[in-house]
Nanobody, 116 residues
Framework: QVQLVESGGGLVQPGGSLRLSCAAS????????MGWYRQAPGKERELVAT???????KYGDSVKDRFTISRDNAKNTVWLQMNSLKPEDTAVYYC??????????WGKGTLVTVSS
């Protein structure tokens, strides 16, 4: 079992920044990929960003050039730096881990609210 704990969410004004953290209970070095997804009220969960064990990154179209995903294997932590936030970025953000055996794990989420 892999436990993922997100933190760093909160209320921010449009144009502001937040940094989300995802702490894993086990080594993330062996994970196939780590990622962030989000779900806004009344909408389906969508990809925000992923990073593979080899360091390859993928971003959702709506966050490209504004969000950056990174990982620190020594700290078993993945971050999501979010800049130039917009009201439409308001959602619950979930951390995701995919193991080598393609098992999926999810955190409980952290709420990000972008509002003036």
């Amino acid at each position: 079992q892999v436990q993922l704990v997100e933190s760093g969410g909160g209320l921010v004004q449009p144009g502001g920044s937040l940094r989300l953290s995802c702490a894993a209970s086990t080594s993330i070095f062996s994970m196939n990929a780590m990622g962030w997804y989000r779900q806004a009220p009344g909408k389906e969960r969508e990809l925000v960003a992923t990073i593979t064990s080899g360091g390859s990154k993928k971003y959702g179209d709506s966050v490209k050039d504004r969000f950056t995903i990174s990982r620190d294997n020594a700290k078993n932590t993945v971050w999501l730096q979010m800049n130039s936030l917009k009201p439409e970025d308001t959602a619950v953000y979930y951390c995701n881990a995919v193991t080598k055996s393609v098992a999926f794990y999810w955190g409980k989420g952290t709420l990000v609210t972008v509002s003036s």
